[in-house]
């Protein structure tokens, strides 16, 4: 059984900048993509980043810039550092890994930014 667990999200103020963490645990072999999407209410889900197991990245438009993810194959966890956040980053953000051509998500976690 995997499981992601997110942490980091909060309420921040536009301009500031938060950092939300995924880690993964349970019985898995190795972890291929991770990454890090977002819904707010009414919308579908969207692919903000994702980043491979050799560490290539790849970003939303509009996100690139100002969000970066990173991850720690010791510890089966990726990172999100975002900065310069608009109000219109606010959203529950979910984490997403790739393991044995399965996908798995978190829980959410919510990010607030207000103007």
């Known amino acids: 059984q995997v499981q992601l667990v997110e942490s980091g999200g909060g309420l921040v103020q536009a301009g500031g900048s938060l950092r939300l963490s995924c880690a993964a645990s349970?019985?898995?072999?190795?972890?291929?993509?991770m990454g890090w999407y977002r819904q707010t209410p009414g919308k579908q889900r969207e692919w903000v980043a994702h980043?491979?197991?050799?560490?290539?990245?790849n970003y939303a438009d509009s996100v690139r810039g100002r969000f970066t993810i990173s991850r720690d194959n010791a510890k089966n966890t990726v990172y999100l550092q975002m900065n310069s956040l608009k109000p219109e980053d606010t959203a529950v953000y979910y984490c997403n890994a790739i393991i044995t051509g399965r996908s798995y998500w978190g829980q959410g976690t919510q990010v607030t930014v207000s103007s």
């Open positions: 349970g019985t898995m072999n190795s972890i291929n993509a």
């Open positions: 980043i491979t197991s050799s560490g290539r990245t």
